[in-house]
């Protein structure tokens, strides 16, 4: 990380899958000792959400995206029919 990044990495995720991201934080917290910025433990209530989310992504080395809901079947289902590009969404 350089002296303008706050965090190793920024949690991003779609409200289907809060529960799956609080987990990855929670080891990378605990395990791996990384910092990072996760909305609902970071964001400062009554401050504009997006603003604070601009920032943070902006002192990130790294930003993790979980797009899909965990076992909705989206990548095992291209996994199953040989897709290369499964499991890079």
């Given at each position: 990380m350089s002296a303008t990044?706050?965090?190793?990495?920024?949690?991003?995720?779609?409200?289907?899958n809060i529960d799956f991201?609080?987990?990855l934080a929670?080891?990378?917290q605990g395990d791996a000792?990384?910092?990072f910025w996760?909305?609902?433990w970071h964001s400062v209530p009554g401050l504009p959400l997006q603003e604070q989310m601009e920032e943070?992504?902006?002192q990130a080395a790294s930003c993790a995206v979980s797009s899909a809901r965990p076992g909705s079947g989206v990548a095992?289902?291209?996994d199953a029919r040989g897709d290369p590009a499964a499991g890079r969404r």
């Open positions: 990044e706050l965090y190793d990495v920024f949690l991003s995720y779609g409200s289907d991201v609080q987990d929670l080891r990378l000792r990384l910092s996760f909305e609902p943070a992504l902006q095992e289902r291209a």
